[in-house]
């Protein structure tokens, strides 16, 4: 068992304070309608053992859906960034 640090305790963590990625990831969860994400795709999701075996749908959509949002927050930062006077 893995010791718990001082932050993880019970008492500590009313004190915590979300992280950026917890609130991005948090706000993922809100707009993203995931379960018809999920129906939509898993037909058409391989589940052949081939090569590799392969990583499990949800977490593939999750990944993909989250990089391209912050690769689209980055491109709108910069723009406004070098927009801005």
Known sequence: MKQLSLAQQAEFQRYSKKTRREQFLDEMDVVM????LY???APHY????????PVGLEIMLRVYFS???L???TRLSRTR???QP
């Open 33 to 36: 309608p995931w379960a018809e």
């Open 81 to 83: 960034s070098t927009s």
């Open 71 to 73: 690769r689209s927050l």
């Open 39 to 41: 129906a939509l795709t």
């Open 46 to 53: 391989s589940k052949d053992e081939v090569a590799r075996t």
């Open 67 to 69: 990089r391209s949002g």
